[in-house]
């Protein structure tokens, strides 16, 4: 049997984290139907048998009916393609979602938050959906094979051996105790980074988030097609996301005015097919207001900017003057020094001392 796994898709994400840039969420979601486009395509011209959707493929507080719509017209787009979603913690199994009140085509399975299994004459696809956006309590760990002469695929959401407690909220799974059912495939989602191994067959798959979701998600981004037979199973990585998220690193400490490193920015050659997320470094002479300086850019393709910037000044010299400047930075240098500071309290005492210090020359 052939198929494809995907997860992660996420359609209709505000992208809160993407950019400074409101235009960008925008952007981005139309690439997500774009991407979506190249899978159902790729499904038709290679007349693949399983389609496999290892939850979130929707974002369940933000997702419009029109999206829904749009997705499942694209579903009827391959009618001889057995489609399979688990729900994830972002598109849940509720009583008001689009999984429970939409009318999906007669080929999509949508499993719930109880372990079923559907049999077919040469293959036993078992599921399992989130009923809400916590699962501690799958019950994966009681599921048997009920026929092992069978193609036997699995289908969850869920983090392989999840130890801290946000892990453990949404359906930490055992990779020995999933190794032991005795699968032929395993599709995961919730993992939105690739992790496949099949040069050494490894049955258990994540593909990844289908697009990158913002700068925490660097490298290629796709999904997974094989071919699945019984002691037999060969798949690849096909990557589909054409944009590319890069992090560019500039050293301020030469520069002595916000013009200076607009300047640099502008000059960067960037493709049109990034986006990129500056991120500042050094010491700086110079107050920086990163949102003020995005504006001032040329290049829309640079979407964010992260300041990573230390104070050009000696504060021990300064605090040793007897000045009310040096009265100030000895204040400011006492609060930087104190036990379990967090790096937010830092920046934001940091930042004081810039004002500071320009107010008092």
Known sequence: MKFVHIADMHFDSPFVNLSDKDVMGDLRRLEQRKVFKKVIEYIKQEKIEHLFIAGDLYEH??????????????????????????????????????????????????????????????????????GDFYCTDSGIENLKIQDKNKINVLLIHGTLDGASLEEKQYNSISKKMLQEKGFDYIALGHIHKPYYDSENIQKIVYPGSTISLGFDELGEHGMIIGNLEKDNLQYEFISLDEAQFKEVIIDITDFFAKEDLIEKINDL????????????????????????ILKLISNERIIKIKDETKIAVDLEKLANENTLRGIFIKMMKEKLEEKDLEQEEKDKIEKAIEIGLDALK
Do not use: C, M
């Not at 391959?78 to 080929?107: C, M, R, V």
């Open 61 to 130: 507080q933000y997702v419009k009916l029109s999206t829904i719509e749009y997705i499942n017209k694209l579903f009827q787009e391959i009618p001889e393609t057995k489609i399979w979603i688990a729900p994830g913690n972002h598109d849940p199994y509720l009583k008001n979602s689009y999984y429970h009140q939409f009318t999906w085509g007669k080929n999509v399975t949508i499993f719930e938050n109880n372990i079923t299994r559907v049999e077919l004459p040469e293959i036993d696809i078992y599921g399992y959906g989130f």
């Open 269 to 292: 050659s960037v493709q049109s097919n990034e986006y990129i997320k500056i991120i500042l470094k050094g010491e700086r002479n110079f107050e920086i207001n990163s949102y003020e």
